[in-house]
């Protein structure tokens, strides 16, 4: 089965940087879409930002345009989110997920297209 395994979180001040990465198997990863989802306690999951089969294209949130940055190597079965200038409004745990169609042709924001998840990795923010 499809598994997917985040890492790199951690505490970090504000204006700091991390970089969380996500190991796939199970799936022949560089036939999807990818995207990174995040959940703060008491919200609902929130889309961070997704990343095309092939790397062609990008899709972020407004809220982290500019700061992120999404990538993958295909080569090694992973996808990355580096993190720069961060914010305490970005303490949450951060998910990767893996799109439930094959060569989707366009990148989706919605929760609901997406069905591989990971366990999430928490990023903390101090002020």
């Known amino acids: 089965q499809v598994q997917l395994v985040e890492s790199g979180g951690g505490l970090v001040q504000a204006g700091g940087s991390l970089r969380l990465s996500c190991a796939a198997s199970?799936?022949?990863?560089?036939?999807?879409?990818m995207g990174w989802f995040r959940q703060a306690p008491g919200k609902e999951r929130e889309f961070v930002a997704a990343?095309?089969?092939?790397?062609?294209?990008?899709d972020y949130a407004d809220s982290v345009k500019g700061r992120f940055t999404i990538s993958r190597d295909n080569a090694k079965n992973t996808v990355n989110l580096q993190m720069d200038s961060l914010k305490p409004e970005d303490t949450a745990v951060y998910y990767c997920?893996?799109?439930?169609?094959?060569?989707?042709?366009?990148?989706?924001?919605?929760?609901?297209?997406?069905?591989?998840w990971g366990q999430g990795t928490q990023v903390t923010v101090s002020s």
């Open positions: 997920a893996a799109d439930r169609l094959m060569f989707r042709t366009v990148l989706i924001r919605d929760t609901t297209a997406f069905d591989s």
């Open positions: 199970g799936l022949t990863f560089r036939h999807y879409n």
């Open positions: 990343i095309k089969s092939d790397g062609g294209s990008t």
